[in-house]
């Protein structure tokens, strides 16, 4: 498809039956919900001396959660630790804080887990646009955010990021585990609109580095790279171009890629045409891993695979992590549009929830 799609809203908006766009454009909006959503939550003052922090949930779910312990690495006093399975670690116990978090509510794995750590005494909270977990926290007065979605039309957990990431955050600083100056939440809607435009649908092409990048993704399999506080949102970016653009995509660490990707990079010969890694910098790195990056750039060219950078301008780590949110989740969308794909439609997931229930 003509790369002209892009700048062509009529166009988009034909393929885009599901109205991700919408989703896009309400980042800022589903932010300002939760955290006014928020502002009532009450949590018991013993939540404050949990020795853990473990967050139960599925796919776009505990985005928000990687993201947190990424950009917050400093600041969290106790580990994050994100679980994706039934079942929840041995060592959950009355001294643990479990997140449950599940975008629909009803996703059968948080939900396993959840009786599990419920069982062993551990201190829970929800978050969730309703279903079973909605019902849960109200029947055993579980503190809770339960958020209602319009300010994500296309209805995809991935696109309600805004909702998981804020919200996640929210229930850290609720149950005293995180603290965020005054300014925050004013720098981030800022942070939100400068980039929304810059990488919107709005800005031209020419213009705009998130078009461009999905220009340089068509017919590659994307492997983004990032690092320290901004580990979570190139798990985001992979995670997106897997279901938005339909991709094959994932995402690797620096300093970790450095100790066994540069050999790997090598074979099959097909890497050199099919591959394309996208690096996330930034002047906030160790100044050894902003090294690590550059040499890391001079190893792909030996090995004649496609890269292209993005560096963050954002001012502090946290807005950082906005700006590359906003990048990435822009980057796919563009991606599928320039394929021909409805980016909202996952039928194959689809397709495995329904064998599932069989």
Not at 41 to 68: E, F, R
Not at 69 to 78: A, H, I
Not at 196 to 205: L, R, Y
Request: glycine share 6%.
């Amino acid at each position: 498809m003509s790369n002209n799609i892009l700048d062509n809203l009529a166009e988009i908006k034909k393929l885009d039956s599901q109205n991700m766009l919408g989703s896009l454009q309400s980042l800022g909006k589903q932010i300002e919900q939760i955290n006014k959503q928020a502002a009532d939550l009450k949590v018991p003052a013993s939540y404050k001396k949990v020795q853990n922090i473990v967050v139960l949930g599925m796919g776009g779910s505990t985005l928000g959660a990687d993201v947190i312990r990424s950009v917050f690495f400093n600041e969290l006093k106790v580990p994050v630790i994100i679980v994706n399975v039934y079942h929840v670690p041995n060592f959950v116990d009355k001294n643990s804080l479990v997140i449950v978090s599940s975008y629909s509510g009803s996703t059968e794995e948080p939900i396993a887990a959840m009786d599990e750590a419920e069982k062993r005494k551990a201190k829970l909270m929800i978050i969730s646009s309703g279903g079973t977990l909605a019902k849960l926290a109200k029947s055993k007065k579980i503190p809770a955010l339960i958020f209602t979605t319009e300010n994500n039309p296309c209805g995809s957990p991935r696109m309600g990021l805004g909702y998981s990431i804020a919200g996640q955050r929210a229930l850290l600083v609720k149950a005293g585990l995180l603290t965020l100056p005054t300014s925050a939440a004013k720098e981030a809607m800022e942070t939100i609109d400068a980039y929304g435009h810059m990488f919107g649908v709005s800005n031209p092409t020419n213009n705009n580095p998130a078009k461009q990048l999905a220009v340089s993704t068509q017919e590659k399999s994307v492997w983004y790279a990032g690092s320290e506080h901004l580990s979570g949102n190139v798990h985001i970016g992979a995670n997106q171009m897997n279901e938005n653009a339909k991709r094959f995509a994932g995402f690797f660490l620096v300093p970790e890629l450095n100790h066994h990707l540069m050999e790997g990079m090598m074979k099959p010969e097909s890497n050199k045409k099919d591959l394309l890694f996208i690096l996330i910098e930034s002047s906030f790195y160790d100044k050894r891993i902003q090294k690590r990056f550059e040499i890391t750039k001079g190893i792909l060219d030996k090995s004649g695979i496609q890269h292209a950078s993005y560096v963050c301008q954002g001012k502090t780590k946290l807005l950082q992590t906005i700006e590359v949110l906003l990048l990435t989740s822009y980057v796919s969308y563009y991606s599928a549009l320039l394929a021909g794909i409805d980016p909202t439609a996952i039928p194959f997931v689809d397709f495995f929830k329904e064998q599932l229930k069989k």
